[in-house]
Structure formats: structure tokens, C-alpha cells
Nanobody, 129 residues
Framework: QVQLVESGGGLVQPGGSMMLSCAASGLTAGSYAMGWFRQAPGKEREFVVA????????YYVDSVKGRFTISRDNAKNTLYLQMSSLKPEDTAVYYCAATISLDYARSTYYTRSRDYAYWGQGTRVTVSS
């Protein structure tokens, strides 16, 4: 049974930093690509960033480039999202997602929510003074 559990959300002031984690279980290490999505109040869920199964390839939505950093530790089956220079518009519930990816080059990432088979329950991030 696959399970993704996010942690690390909370309240942070504008300009501050926060790290989110996503612990995966039930998946073979290194066999799945992952991503972060977010859903702001009253808005649809949107893609934030994706990472390949090796961790060597990443893709960021323009609005977070230079501020957010995705990484993964396959030995720990854990995904991270380091967020800095946070803005009020980053306020949202953040979801991690995973999908099996067995590409030979280990460089494929996915940016569409429908490409992901597994989702966490979400962690709320509020950026406010």
C-alpha cells in the first residue's frame, strides 16, 4: 500500500523560509518520479515543481523559480521542498505526488496532475504577517 505523508507546513511571515517533507512508503526506492502541487483557497490545484526518479532532473513553475528548491533522498524515500522568500500568494495546501517511472535515463519528470497515481493528504502553508 502506497502512502505519502507531508509535513512541515505552518505559518510563516512574508520573506521567510520553510521546508516541507514528504515521506513515501510502499514504493521501491528510485522507481518513481515525484512532484509538488498546491491549491490556494478558492483556486484549482496547480503544479509547482517536479523531480525525476534519480533526482537529476527538475522542473519548476515560473512563479517559484529561484525561490523554491526540490530535492529527494532515495535512501530515505523522502521528498523535500525548500521554500524561501515566501510571498502571501504562496499560501496554499501543498501536496506531494508520486508515480512509477522506469525510464532508462532516469530523467523523466511529470508536470500534469493526471500523470500522478499517488497523492499525500496535503500540508497547509500560510504566508502572512
Amino acid at each position: 500500500q502506497v502512502q505519502l505523508v507531508e509535513s512541515g507546513g505552518g505559518l510563516v511571515q512574508p520573506g521567510g523560509s520553510m521546508m516541507l517533507s514528504c515521506a513515501a512508503s510502499g514504493l521501491t526506492a528510485g522507481s518513481y518520479a515525484m512532484g509538488w502541487f498546491r491549491q490556494a483557497p478558492g483556486k484549482e490545484r496547480e503544479f509547482v515543481v517536479a523531480i525525476s526518479r534519480s533526482g537529476g532532473s527538475t522542473y519548476y513553475v515560473d512563479s517559484v523559480k529561484g525561490r523554491f528548491t526540490i530535492s529527494r533522498d532515495n535512501a530515505k524515500n523522502t521528498l523535500y521542498l525548500q521554500m524561501s522568500s515566501l510571498k502571501p500568494e504562496d499560501t496554499a495546501v501543498y501536496y506531494c505526488a508520486a508515480t512509477i517511472s522506469l525510464d532508462y535515463a532516469r530523467s523523466t519528470y511529470y508536470t500534469r496532475s493526471r500523470d500522478y497515481a499517488y497523492w499525500g493528504q496535503g500540508t497547509r502553508v500560510t504566508v502572512s504577517s
